[in-house]
């Protein structure tokens, strides 16, 4: 646990950061941080640098606020750097870099810490989470009042808790995750519809797409995989983007008798942008780091060079010697 008020100390400007293509976590604990030190901070300048966030979350207080990184140095005094590391800051790393002090705060398994501090905690539910425990130490520790938490912050810190835990669905939802829920409903705000329409809510080509993933998936590994993909030609035939992709992995990891999904899309010729979701039996953090990314046992996500196939064989081949274990 630590107190990041006192790791801030004096700094008079502070920049708050998460990873590329921002997820309902990412965007919760940026925005509930910087709804937090807003109160607790007099005379400091706090911004946020995000890409822009999927429309879904402008439920949240302050995203219009958020600025775009776009790759320059700027000067802070301090940069929090919120579910992920830095390499994953995308435009915003050379702000992190440029920082005297910097944080990292993350849940991530793969993550090895790449700040001054560094509060990394895989068991975690969320980054959102340990966000809620850095504000109850610096209420604990009586430098913040115990009513700090606001119902900005505390839908801010609901919205993340959610997206990362598959609405509590999840194996990383601990009896901790669900006290914290709690009491952040104490707040009074309208729950039902935030996961309605943050989690469960898609537009009609958003139906459709995830309709054509479904149905040109396949299955490999005496089924005990479920594949598919995109490739830009389509996406470009049903207008989508990246961030309309959401639900779709965890769609196919509903799939009856399968132990592991993996969804992918093209982001540039022979690229892809590759997710995957466990029921636990297969470690996607593993298979993921070796290519490059990371993340959870049940949840990560990498990047692959080459063809469709060319994916589908190296990945399943990383499977496979987790099933010969």
């Known amino acids: 646990m630590i107190n990041i008020l006192r790791e801030i100390g004096q700094a008079k400007s502070v920049a708050i950061g998460g990873h590329i293509r921002p997820d309902g976590d990412c965007v919760g604990s940026c925005m509930a941080m910087y709804n937090f030190l807003r109160h607790a901070l007099d005379g400091v300048r706090v911004d946020v640098y995000l890409e822009q966030p999927a429309e879904i979350f402008n439920c949240v207080a302050g995203v219009d606020e958020i600025k775009r990184p776009d790759g320059t140095k700027k000067n802070f005094d301090a940069f929090i ?5 830095a390499e994953r800051l995308g435009d915003a ?11 990292n705060i993350d849940h991530h398994i793969s993550n090895q810490g790449e700040g001054n501090v560094n509060h990394i905690v895989p068991d975690s539910s969320s980054a959102c989470e340990l966000v809620y425990d850095c ?18 912050t505390a839908k801010a810190l609901y919205v993340g808790i ?29 729950f039902p519809t935030i996961i309605d329409r943050t989690f469960y809510e898609k537009t009609y080509v958003q139906n ?11 299955l490999v590994m005496d089924k005990k995989v479920i594949v598919s993909h995109l490739d830009h030609a389509t996406m470009k035939f049903y207008g989508v983007t990246s961030k309309d992709m959401d639900g779709i992995v965890n769609q196919l990891r509903y799939t009856k008798g399968v132990d592991c999904a993996i969804f992918m899309y093209e982001i540039a010729p022979l690229s892809y942008k590759v997710s995957m979701r466990s029921n636990g039996v297969v470690d996607c953090s593993k298979v993921c780091t070796y290519f490059g990314g990371g993340g959870h046992v049940r949840a990560a996500g990498c990047m692959h060079e080459g063809t469709f196939f060319d994916a589908v064989n190296n990945l399943t081949a990383e499977i496979e010697k987790q099933y010969r274990q």
């Open 208 to 218: 459709q797409i995830m309709g054509r993933a479904l149905l040109e998936s396949i």
């Open 162 to 190: 959610i997206h990362d835990t598959g609405i509590m669905q999840y194996s990383n939802t601990s009896p901790k995750t669900l006290r914290i829920v709690a009491d952040l409903l104490e707040h009074g705000f309208d």
């Open 81 to 85: 750097a919120l579910d992920c590391n």
């Open 135 to 152: 504000i109850m130490q610096c209420i604990e520790d009586g430098d913040v009042p115990k009513d700090i938490i606001d119902e900005d």
């Open 93 to 103: 790393r050379p702000i992190f870099d440029n920082a005297k002090i910097r944080i």
